[in-house]
């Protein structure tokens, strides 16, 4: 009796290595898929994002993007942490960026040669914002500094296991206008989320050439009305310039 005994030790044993070995994997497989949010550092306030950072958009200067506490600070933000995410700015400072164009970007892993992937979650920010991962993705619309948006976007990633997540914005309301009150406004805010793309989803792929020219504003094209309009307006002017060839 005892052999059958040592044989169901040994095979709840084995059964229990397993188990522990599957649980590491999911553990180390979920890690590797966490993007981190803004302003992941400590101590909270002023302390430097060891995970965003600027990309160097024409001669633009670099600073270090900093968390910094946006209470009672103008023009007025959503009061923070908003989910794991804090404000981050250059040098802690919104008003140091300068005016211009905005790419913060974030690297995270995935498996090699992933499928589609989902990354949606939570901004703030003044003005419209883009997003893209490897340089494809979506323009996001209008986003505020008061008021939490939440966005979504399906991709490809390039093949690999490092990847970039980069958000488009000036910190104007009306690019390339940017003639308000505080404006421009260099402050993001952004709690963003990793999962597979659901089955048969409509890939994003506006390039981040793209929203880099047009400063994240979605370029509006004109409706098939106006385009009617513009079409009958030629035909008239060819018409009323054959018939003063034919006066003539």
């Not at 009305?225 to 030629?234: A, Q, T």
Request: include cysteine; aromatic fraction near 8%; charged fraction near 10%.
């Amino acid at each position: 009796m005892k052999k059958p005994q040592k044989g169901i030790k040994k095979a709840f044993g084995l059964a229990a290595l397993l188990a522990a070995m599957a649980f590491l994997f999911a553990v180390n497989q979920a890690k590797a898929t966490i993007i981190p949010a803004t302003g992941d550092c400590s101590p909270v306030m002023f302390c430097a994002d060891p995970y965003y950072g600027e990309v160097r958009v024409g001669g633009a200067t670099l600073y270090d993007l900093m968390a910094f506490n946006a209470s009672g600070t103008a023009p007025g933000f959503l009061a923070a942490p908003a989910g794991r995410a804090y404000w981050i700015a250059p040098r802690g400072d919104v008003q140091a960026g300068g005016s211009g164009v905005q790419d913060w970007g974030v690297t995270f892993t995935t498996s090699a040669n992933s499928g589609p992937i989902n990354i949606s979650g939570t901004v703030a920010a003044l003005g419209a914002v883009a997003v893209a991962v490897d340089g494809l993705g979506a323009y996001l619309g209008s986003e505020s500094l008061t008021v939490l948006g939440s966005f979504s976007i399906n991709v490809q990633p390039s093949s690999g296991t490092t990847h970039t997540l980069d958000f488009v914005f000036t910190g104007c309301n009306a690019y390339p206008t940017c003639n308000g009150s505080n404006e421009p406004v260099a402050g993001l805010l952004v709690d963003p989320s990793l999962s597979p793309a659901a089955a048969g989803a409509t890939l994003n792929t506006v390039t981040e050439a793209a929203m880099l020219a047009d400063g994240g504003v979605n370029p509006v094209p004109l409706p098939a009305s106006v385009w009617l309009m513009l079409s009958g307006l030629v035909g008239v002017g060819v018409m009323a310039r054959k018939r003063r060839d034919i006066a003539a």
